[in-house]
């Protein structure tokens, strides 16, 4: 257990969850205090490691993503919160197949594909498909996307000068600059991440981000979110 929350006594800490925001059906939402919420995907959105890229036909992974993941994020966008994916998949690994018939995705076009096509799929149960597509669509449109794998870019001219670091602080930076150029400024300590791998976690605590680590075995779940909205509660509980 995080050691802000082992510090607050059980009722201190239940007392501060009481007090988050609630999505209509009951699901926790972060403190106002937190403004940007971010996903991994391999391991993290997904159950499974696509190793940066996929080949054939991206609605086979769709019954791979998160259900949590899904019900949560048009919550986390309807009441205001801004949402993102940082990922270590690249669109320049499509460019390294030696097949041309095959179809590969990468980076954003390969996130974008997946949760449009995901999100449809789970708002057909209840409208017509053109009309969830539709909506998919725009709710993906509302969904940040980092993608860069460091050890591909640092071959690049761009980052011949000063490498991508083997972190998501790169991602996490393009996002927080996308999101200024909006009019919208968001401090690390404003930042929630969720990823499957423990250095990338670390490294973001030292930015000061609300990060925690998804259990590659199950991928992101309402558990671990549950968890992390306990922590942060008790952190700013901490600060009070």
């Keep these: 257990m995080d050691t802000s929350v ?3 006594d059980a009722a201190a800490v239940a007392a501060a969850v009481a007090r988050l925001p609630r999505m209509p059906d009951g699901t926790l939402l972060p403190p106002p205090a937190i403004k940007l919420v971010l996903f991994d995907m391999d391991q993290t959105i997904l159950r499974c490691h696509t190793r940066g890229c996929y080949r054939g036909n991206v609605a086979d992974l769709c019954p791979k993503v998160s259900m949590d993941f899904v019900h949560l994020v ?5 009441a205001g919160y ?3 994916i940082v990922t270590f998949s690249d669109a320049l690994m499509a460019l390294s197949t030696d ?11 390969l996130v974008h594909e997946l949760l449009e096509l995901t999100f449809a799929k789970h708002a057909e149960a209840a409208m ?5 597509q539709a909506r998919a669509k725009h709710l993906v449109s509302r969904i940040h996307v980092a993608a860069a794998f ?18 998501k602080q790169w991602h996490i930076e393009k996002i927080k600059a996308k999101l200024f150029s909006f009019g919208v400024s968001v401090a690390n300590q404003d930042i929630l991440l ?7 976690v670390r490294q973001a605590e030292q930015m000061r981000v609300h990060a925690f680590v998804v259990d590659k075995s199950t991928a992101f779940t ?5 968890s992390a909205m306990a922590v942060v509660a008790s952190r700013l509980l901490s600060s009070s």
Aim: hydrophobic share 35%; charged share 20%.
């Design 74 to 78: 048009p919550g986390l966008l309807d």
């Design 222 to 226: 309402a558990d671990i979110w549950n």
């Design 128 to 132: 017509p498909v053109l009309e969830a």
């Design 194 to 200: 969720f990823d499957d791998t423990v250095p990338n």
């Design 82 to 84: 801004h949402v993102g």
């Design 6 to 8: 082992a510090q607050h």
């Design 150 to 167: 460091p050890q591909l870019q640092n071959q690049q001219v761009a980052f011949a000068n000063k490498p991508m670091p083997r972190s």
């Design 99 to 109: 097949d041309p018939t095959v179809s590969v995705k990468a980076g954003e076009p």
